[in-house]
């Protein structure tokens, strides 16, 4: 497949129903495979042509969703996709049978329309005559956003959107770019310049999808589609987008969401999951219809049918060229949700540890690979998926060969599949309930800690030590033009009584959140970070064993002072939230205090105190050096607070280096397994 090409059209018409079906043998609907795309001017066009089908079953896609919205425009996509649907299509579509339903993921703007093969010219015409004409009148926008808030407002009060909506602020930030729901003070304010601008930007046949499966022919559809898209010009090309940051917990809490009206409590449990160019994800996928497929399954015979839970679910929500997420979801009365959650945690990681029977893990699989025939069987399901795999430029076999790797799957792999990418202490659990009803019965569980959509305000006083520190380290611009800084340090820790030093190699990239880390121990440990946790494998120029694996973990700011600074000057995701009662100046990320810092008399930190795996800790700061125009601390001590010892952590900088080159060999890594 041509990875320049932009628009694909592929063709569909509907089946009649099977009724379902007990084996795989019962599937009839042909493999999906496909074709190379065929360009019509600047688009492709991709179509599968079936005479016995009736009706059309069209997909046309825009390359501009919810990830390429500006950070202050959340929801300018959706109220787009509702614009570019004229009143009149979709009344003349029904009066015909026919039909058209906008809607947006992260990738793209998408319109799924079906209509009789001889209203499919007309149908492609009026729909490209709107993405052609940038013309919004004030009134039709107004009215448009108007019921698409009031929408919203409706759908974004359930208890089931707080939650999660809570999950996906705490895994990408207050304003996630990977979220589909509009923020309702952004769509609020939203206008028609912004919908002009956001439409010129985004709508153009190098950015078009489209996908169709019928009874015309390849070249009836060629033509229509020639027709239609004529005089529509060329906008750039979507950008290379980077891997954004997950937030990975260090110790286990739930965020308590307080919604004091909710009749029942719903929880949410999510942690890094797979992408669907991922060896695992069909055995995943095998994995999730073992423990929900049916009232046997582990996960409805102890959490649903035993009263403690009014539903409940899990499974690896797989995304195309990103890493997706694993999704659990428990809903739960007030009174039960703590046994609930207890039990249904307790069943994932059993079934983590292997503690699943093979048959369940068979049945599985057949009833994963029965649902996936009888996904084929709906036109409509084709045209999407022949859209999505032209999309995000997967091969032209790729259902072909993930239908064959679903035959393969055997237990023992689902086990394996299960134990590399299910990262049961790296979960997020977000409760939205009644708080002052369901805080007590979830630290049956864990403790928790009380999650707000708002941002902390931040404490003038504090603000103003902030700004004292930055200037005593040489100012906020300096350390906001800082992108990195590489040292090396000399170590000293206590071992079983016995004091061992160690170098340790570090370096950070601040603005692509890249992270190294070579320990030269007996065990050497490395970390390369590009933003997406997950596994890496094989020989990265240090000395460890081919098959050694890794796990990749995404830098933070709790444990580098270099690393807050710099987010700090650029005002980016820290927050100068208050004062403490020390007097130390605490910092907030975007799910709560991250550190608090005393300063010395010179306005330098002199104390940090922060959490990590070992516990609460406390690095002390005990003399500073200069590299050019940068102070940095050349010795650090940490007291082993968590243990009945005085020992103690100790540092000595022997080098800083700031802004240090990239390494393109530490992006070379081998495929995950």
Not at 125 to 150: C, H, Q
Not at 167 to 179: K, L, S, V
Not at 554 to 574: C, F, G, K, P
Request: hydrophobic share 35%.
């Amino acid at each position: 497949m041509n990875p320049s090409c932009a628009l694909v059209l592929v063709l569909a018409s509907l089946v009649p129903s099977t009724g379902g079906f007990s084996s795989i043998a019962n599937a009839s609907a042909p493999p999906l495979r496909l074709e190379e795309p065929e360009k019509v001017g600047s688009a492709q066009l991709v179509s599968e042509q079936d005479t016995t089908l009736g009706l059309v079953h069209g997909h046309l896609a825009i390359r501009g969703g919810s990830v390429q919205e500006p950070g202050n425009q959340k929801g300018v996509a959706t109220l787009l996709a509702r614009l570019l649907v004229p009143d009149d299509l979709s009344s003349w579509l029904k009066s015909r049978g026919g039909s058209i339903e906008p809607s947006v993921d992260l990738d793209a703007i998408r319109f799924a329309f079906t209509c009789a093969p001889a209203d499919f010219e007309e149908t492609i015409g009026r729909l490209a005559a709107s993405l052609k004409s940038n013309d919004y009148p004030t009134e039709r926008v107004a009215s448009t956003r108007e019921a698409l808030v009031r929408e919203q407002e409706v759908e974004q009060s359930t208890v089931s959107s707080i939650a999660d909506r809570a999950a996906e602020h705490i895994f990408y930030g207050r304003f996630p770019d990977y979220t589909t729901t509009p923020n309702l003070d952004h769509l609020r304010s939203l206008t028609a310049t912004d919908v002009q601008a956001f439409h010129s930007a985004n709508v153009g046949a190098n950015r078009l999808v489209c996908a169709v499966v019928s009874s015309l022919s390849r070249n009836d559809v060629k033509a229509a589609l020639k027709k239609a898209l004529d005089g529509l010009g060329k906008v750039e090309a979507v950008p290379t987008e980077l891997p954004k940051p997950l937030y990975t917990p260090l110790l286990a809490k739930i965020y308590v969401v307080d919604v004091p009206g909710a009749d029942h409590t719903e929880v949410r449990v999510i942690s890094p999951g797979v992408s669907r160019n991922s060896i695992t994800q069909p055995a995943l996928e095998s994995w999730k219809w073992s423990a929900n497929g049916g009232p046997e399954s582990r996960i409805q015979k102890e959490v649903v049918a035993t009263g403690l839970a009014t539903s409940a679910e899990c499974g690896f929500e797989s995304d195309w060229n990103r890493m997706g997420l694993f999704r659990g979801t428990l809903s739960a009365t007030h009174e039960n949700v703590g046994e609930a959650l207890q039990a249904y945690m307790t069943v994932i990681q059993e079934q983590r540890a292997g503690r699943v029977t093979r048959p369940d893990l068979e049945e599985g699989r057949l009833r994963f690979a029965e649902w996936e025939a009888l996904q084929l069987e709906d036109p409509a399901v084709r045209a999407y998926r022949l859209a999505q795999t032209t999309i995000h430029r997967f091969p032209a076999n790729y259902y072909e060969l993930y239908a064959k790797a679903t035959e393969e799957i055997r237990g023992n792999y689902v086990i394996k599949a299960l134990r590399g990418n299910l990262m049961v202490r790296s979960m997020v659990i977000v409760a939205a309930g009644p708080a002052e009803k369901i805080t007590e019965n979830l630290q049956y569980y864990t403790d928790t800690i009380e999650y707000t959509f708002a941002t902390p305000a931040s404490d003038p006083e504090a603000v103003a030590l902030t700004n004292r520190m930055l200037e005593a380290l040489g100012g906020r611009e300096l350390w906001a033009n800082l992108k990195g800084a590489e040292l090396v340090a000399e170590t000293k820790v206590e071992q079983s009584g016995i004091w061992r030093t160690r170098t340790a190699h570090l370096w950070r990239y601040f603005d692509k959140v890249y992270s190294r880390v070579e320990q030269s121990a007996r065990n050497k440990e490395v970390c390369v970070t590009d933003g997406t946790p997950g596994w890496i494998t094989g020989d990265l120029g240090v000395r460890f064993t081919s098959n050694s694996r890794y796990r990749v973990q995404v830098a933070n700011t709790r444990r580098w002072l270099y690393s807050l600074l710099h987010q700090l000057s650029v005002e980016d995701s820290v927050i100068v939230s208050r004062m403490g009662e020390d007097g130390q100046i605490v910092f907030s990320d975007r799910i709560g205090e991250i550190c608090s810092i005393e300063l010395a008399e010179n306005g330098r930190p002199a104390r940090m105190s922060y959490t990590d795996t070992a516990g609460d800790q406390v690095a002390i700061y005990k003399t500073w050096s200069k590299s050019g125009d940068y102070l940095y601390c050349n010795e650090l001590t940490i007291p082993y607070s968590n243990l009945k010892t005085d020992a103690e952590y100790t540092q000595k900088v022997t080098k800083f280096v700031p802004n240090p080159p990239f390494d393109p060999a530490l992006y070379k890594m081998p495929a995950s397994e």
